[in-house]
Structures are given as C-alpha cells and as structure tokens.
C-alpha cells in the first residue's frame, strides 16, 4: 500500500474544492455546459443515458480496507447501493447526482481517494499487473513506478489537453497481466546487464476503431530516466497528434502513420534536450516513494497446513481453490482471486454490502489489501493458506465465492446500451445469459481457460478485439446485432482477433458462442490444449465452417 | 476582453495590428506570425516594442532565432480543449529562455489558469470578466505540484527531499 503524505493529501483536498466552486458555477448558470463538460471529465463524471456516472480511480489496482469502505458508503448514500469495477482497475457509480458529487469527493478524498482524470482527453488512472507486489518470479514491485507515473501525469501542466486520451500499464512480470500491448504507453520493467532497473517502452497501441498492438519504441529506459523519455513522449504527441478527427486523435494514429522509427527518432531528439533535466529521478526521490509503501509482515509457515488437507476432502472447497487461488512469492500464503461473475449478474458489479464484507475479510484474512484486476474481478493479495477453509466459507456467504475465474463465464464486457449513450447495443444481458449457459462448472472446467469480451460499440470498452472469443455490439437498421472474433489476446503475446462470419442477431448470439465452443471441443488436440492455442494452430476456417455451416 | 498581467486587469498597451493594416510609426504592436515573416526586420528596427502572434500548429524554429528582439509573444488556444500551446510556452521558457511576455490568448478560462502559469504563460487575455476578476483567487486553488517546469516552483519530489532533510537535521 502507498500511504499519502502531507502533499498528497494537500492536493487531493484542493482538487476537491476546485471541483466544489465548478459545480457551483455550472449549477448558478455561470459555467456553460460545453465549458463545463471538459472540468466534469477530469474529474471523472459522464454524462449517460439515464444520469451523471461518476468514475473513481484506484490507482494500480490496490486499496486498503478503509478505501473499500469507503466506497461501499459513496454507494450507498450517493447511489443505489453498488458499484461496477471497470477494465482500467476503476469503479464507477452510474447513478449519482451533480449536486451530490462534491461531498463525494470529499468523503473519498478523506481516505486518499480521489476521480482526478479518470476520462477526458488527459492521462487515465495508470494501471498495473493487480499481482504486483505477490506474484512470484516478479523482477519488482512496479507500484512503486506506477506510483511515480501517477503523480507525474496527475494535473500535468502540459498534457491535460491532449488531442485525446492517454493510457499507461506497467508489468513487471514474464506473463503481461496489466495488457501493455494495447496500451498508449505500455512498460515492462526488467533489468539490464548491470543489474540496473529500466523499462522496455511499447508506444501506440489501443482498441477502439482502429485496434493497433503497440509497437516496442525502446528495448531499455532507465528508471531514473522513465520520466523524462515518457515527457518527450508526451510532448511529440501533444504537438503532433491529430485534433482534426477524434476517431484519429490517439497517439497510435500517430505512432502508425509517422511509422515507428520516424516517431521514435522525434522522441530521442526531444529526449536528448531534457533527459538531464529535472526530470532525472534521484535515486533518493524514488527511495522516498518506495519508503511509502508498506508491506505485510508475513509469518513463517509450512508449504501445506493441515486445515487445507482437511478441507481437500470438500469437493466444493476444492473445485473453489483449483479455480481461484494462486501461488504467492511467499511460501505458505495464497492469492485469492475474487469473481465477480455470478451466474445470470452484470460483471464487474459489487453491492455495498459485499464491499463492506469484503474489506472485513480483507482485514482478517489479507493485512488489509485488495486488489482490483482488469478483468473486473478482485483479488485478496495475501492470503495464509490455513485460511483458506475459512476465508472460503465466509466468501461464499456473500456470494463471492464463484468459481469461474478465468473460465468461459469470466466475461468483461462494457455497461452497453443499458447505460451508455454511446452504445450501439446492450452487452450486459447477453454476458447475462452466457454466464446462464456455461453454468454448469464441470461443463466449464472442461472447456478450461476461454476470456470472452463484450462491447456494446466500437469503442471497445469490453476490449472486443482482445478477447479469445470477441462479441462487438453493431446496429443494423435500427436492430442490435453483433460481430463475433475469435484468437484475440491482450497478454505478452497479444494478438487481435478475426471476424469468425457475418454478424448476427441479439437472440442468436449464445447459440453462436456455444457453437463456436462446441466447434473447439471437437477440434482441440489434446484436452489441455486451450481454446486460443487450436485457434491459432487451425486458424480461423474450421470454426467459421461448423459454425455458420447450418445458418 | 480584460487582459490579465502581473495578476492584475491592466491596460493592453499593444495595438492588434491586422496583416493589411498600415505599420504605425509610433507604438507597440502586435502582429500575426505571417505578417512578421514576411518582413521581420521591417518591424524589428522600429524603436517601439513588438508582439507576434504563433498559432498552435508552427514549429517555433522561425520564431526562436528572433526572441531577444521581441517583447510579447502570444500563443494561441483556438478552443480551452486544444493544448498543444502549453508545450510550445514551455519550449519557449525552459528551452529557449524567453524572458519577455507570454500571453495566452483565445479561449482563456479561469480553470486553465494554474496549467498556464506553470507553462510559462504570464499575460492572459481573458474571455470573460467574470474570470478575470477572480484571477487572484484562482492561481492560490494549488498550493501543491508534482511535476518540475520552469516555473520556479517547487515541485513535490524536491519539496519531499527538502522535507527530510530537515526532518532529519531536527532529530
């Protein structure tokens, strides 16, 4: 966890009083609604379809107890009592009402929360691996620069009016959890010959109408140089970057139509001039900031306790544990990855009062720490492993203890037209009844690891493209349909999917998907070879042949 | 529209001078970055001050080799949500040590206020009023910075360092 000091804190509750005289001044009139829309957006608040979406940041994914607490309370007293964890580590509350927004803020902003640049065409909460910190192997915990980025890009006087938005993911581990592939800026730390820390820097890849896989800009940054390499990024961009037309106003546009070695040389040419600047991070500045993040204590214990032999004999306890507990750097401590996909439930949702269950646990069972991950569910990071019985029970008491992490009804999909005013189509009930489908665990296991991703538009907030089975929301003469790919990946080997065949209606669309998983059962080479694996060992023609063969 | 200087409303002692106006003998102008490459030195030898306005989309490398020689340069915000001016003021500070008036211009609002001053910006032609007046009040909103740009203030991570040290002399 990082604990705000007195400048951090200093400045979220200024930013709270910013927002509280912006307010003021849109409701007297004062402010237009086009003046107002930019200062509501670097502050996370939408407007949607039915009310103000307000969208807070969790930086890297981490919060303590007392944040996740204080989250339940936003949603209670500010909204209908839940919150929907989003692809970018954040929550959002859908509900919530203009004149009520700054309390909110100063409620959050009282634990070290606030919804700085959460949208607008500005740098977005700096997202990570949510297993940084516990997972084995890790080169290092990148919170510690995920943290330094953060209050880098945080009302950065230069680039809070980018041509368009700005995103960054840091992974300091072999297998890419944080999906720096299709990322702005995507970082992966690892070490030099000398032992020295740096960063591989990825440039220009993003989702949206134009998906791009970004492209490797520099093998090696040093840390103390990641500032000033990313400013010089930032300032080509800002210079550069298209304003004519917002669908090519990322810097991918950029990046693809100056090519990657053209870009890159006006990157190191700008570079040259500030790298020695102030920018350079001391080695006692990044000591400072790492001082501030505090670990658990962990205590010695044995690989395999008894509690977890006992409960071995619990098929359920089992079927639980296979699923959603990881291995933790630290001998006898687990992570446990919380679903938050229940059969027939929007993804990515949580009610209050699971928040507050949660934060509890958190506290018995994990030093206190949660974790948000991309893929809409949450993690305890610190888990003893004879607690897990335990900690099992009382998940399941909460309706937390859903053991599809990772399987076919894991889905991320984007709030679609039942929120979205961009939406072309609806995308929460049809991860609805696809969850309704694969219900069955046996019949999930079975088909094993499978990531489907849905957006209700091109704009690809359910990260379509990258799904191992994509469902992209069209509109075809006033009705919803929907494009369905197949071999998409957001992983260290990223990958966009391909169009499986013409798109088809909103009440066919689970037959489809469960042929096209039928189509991988029958054509999988072994059991244990996985679903994106066979797509890309058969490519795309046999699937598209059994699915469509008989509509 | 009231522009601001030295935090304060105050005279505009510039004349704005269109591309086919006649060049008046006396008085400061200001003129549009083409009129001012057309002839640089035709309004470089005049004795009284001279403001050129860069538009947002220009390399600064026509402008730079004749920085000493003007007293205003005004840089352009064609709407609040087009930024690019923010780096070409910063470029023009800490790159290309200006020391003469930065002047933002276009659509200047109150809450652009703080990223323009620490940009380098010092002259604000405001758009409305309103915010001119309550420009005092709203450069104090922050009080805290995290990043370094040459506007002398001092940035969180020197600020932390600073704090330590002293925490450190104390004990």
């Known amino acids: 966890m990082y604990a705000y000091d007195e400048i951090d804190r200093t400045l979220i509750d200024e930013r709270v009083s910013e927002f509280r005289d912006q307010v003021k001044r849109r409701l007297s009139g004062e402010l237009t609604e086009d003046e107002f829309k930019m ?30 607490r204080r989250l339940a309370h936003v949603a209670r007293r500010y909204d209908r009592g839940y919150g929907h964890f989003t692809t970018r580590q954040n929550i959002q509350f859908n509900w919530i009402k203009l004149a009520d927004l700054p309390d909110a803020l100063a409620d959050l902003a009282e634990v070290g929360i606030h919804s700085m640049q959460t949208s607008g065409n500005n740098t977005r909460n700096v997202t990570s691996d949510q297993w940084a910190g516990v997972a084995p192997g890790e ?55 000398q032992g020295e820390t740096g960063f591989e820097v990825l440039v220009g890849g993003g989702l949206g109408r134009t998906p791009l896989i970004a492209k490797t800009i520099r093998p090696f940054v040093h840390g103390r140089d990641l500032l000033s390499y990313v400013e010089a990024i930032m300032r080509v961009y800002n210079q550069y970057g298209r304003r004519d037309n917002i669908y090519k106003a990322r810097i991918k546009i950029l990046v693809h139509e100056l090519g990657i070695e ?68 630290v001998q ?21 009062e699971q928040m507050d269950a949660l934060a509890d646990l958190a506290d018995k069972y994990s030093f206190g720490e949660i974790r948000v991950g991309h893929e809409q569910n949450l993690a305890l990071p610190h888990v003893a492993k004879h607690d897990l019985p335990a900690l099992w029970k009382a998940l399941d008491k909460i309706g937390l203890a859903t053991p599809n992490v990772n399987l076919v009804s894991d889905i991320i999909a984007c709030p679609g037209l039942d929120y979205c ?34 957006s209700g538009c091109i704009n690809a907030c359910g990260h ?43 009440n066919e669309v689970a037959d489809v998907i469960e042929d096209v998983v039928e189509a991988y059962l029958a054509l999988r080479a072994t059991p244990d070879e996985l679903f994106i694996d066979t797509v890309k060992r058969l490519g795309v023609e046999p699937f598209r042949e059994r699915v469509y063969a008989t509509r | ?33 083409a009129r001012f490459l057309a002839d640089p030195q035709v309004l470089l030898q005049r004795s009284d001050r001279l403001g050129v306005i860069w538009p947002n989309n220009r390399d600064l490398d026509d402008l730079v080799p004749h920085l000493e020689r003007i007293a205003v340069v005004a840089l352009v915000f064609p709407t609040f949500r087009d930024g690019r001016a923010y780096s070409q003021a910063r470029l023009l500070r800490e790159r290309y040590a200006f020391r003469g008036e930065l002047r933002a211009t276009g659509q200047v609002l109150r809450d652009q206020f703080v990223f323009m001053l620490r940009a380098g910006f010092d002259a604000f032609d405001v758009k409305k009023q309103t915010d001119a007046e309550a420009f005092g009040q709203t450069v104090k909103r922050y009080s805290v910075f995290y990043q370094p740009t040459g506007d002398g203030r001092l940035a969180a991570p020197f600020r932390r360092l600073q704090l330590r040290h002293s925490e450190s002399a104390s004990l």
């Not at chain 1, 670097?42 to 981490?62: D, E, K, S």
């Open chain 1, 332 to 352: 006898g401590y687990s992570i446990v990855t919380i679903s938050l996909k229940p059969v027939g439930g929007p993804p990515g949702d949580a009610t209050a």
């Open chain 1, 139 to 193: 080169v290092e915990d990148p919170r510690i620069w995920s943290e330094i980025l953060r209050q880098y890009t945080t009302l950065h006087p230069e680039f809070s009016f980018l041509p368009r938005k700005f995103k960054f993911a840091i992974t300091a581990s072999e297998h890419d959890r944080a999906a720096i592939k299709i990322h702005d800026i995507g970082l992966r730390l690892h070490k030099n010959e």
């Open chain 1, 464 to 506: 379509h493209h990258v799904g191992h089975i994509g469902i992209l929301g069209v509109e075809k003469n006033g009705e919803e349909f929907y494009q369905i790919t197949i071999g998409g990946r957001a992983d260290e080997k990223a990958e966009l999917g391909t169009l499986i065949g013409p798109s088809v209606p909103y």
């Open chain 1, 39 to 68: 200062l509501r957006l670097q502050n996370g608040v939408y407007l949607q379809l039915h009310a103000y979406m307000f969208r807070v940041a969790i930086p890297y994914g981490t919060l303590s107890s007392k944040q996740l």
């Open chain 1, 262 to 329: 053209k870009f890159a040389e006006e990157v190191e040419e700008e570079w040259q001039h500030i790298r020695n600047s102030d920018l350079k991070l001391e080695a006692a500045t990044i000591e400072d900031i790492r001082s501030r993040f505090t670990y658990p204590t962990y205590a010695k214990l044995p690989h395999m306790p008894d509690e977890l032999r006992k409960a071995a004999h619990d098929p359920l306890f089992e079927r639980w544990r296979k699923n959603s507990v990881s291995p933790h750097k």
């Open chain 1, 421 to 454: 005013s961009l939406a072309n189509a609806r995308s929460i009930p049809i991860a609805q009844e696809l969850t309704r489908r694969f219900a069955n665990h046996d019949t999930a296991d079975l088909i094993g690891r499978l990531h489907i991703n849905i």
């Open chain 2, 1 to 33: 529209m009231p522009l601001v200087r030295g935090g304060n409303i105050s005279q505009d002692d510039f004349v704005q001078l269109a591309d086919d106006a006649p060049l008046p003998e006396k008085g400061a102008v200001l003129v549009s970055a």
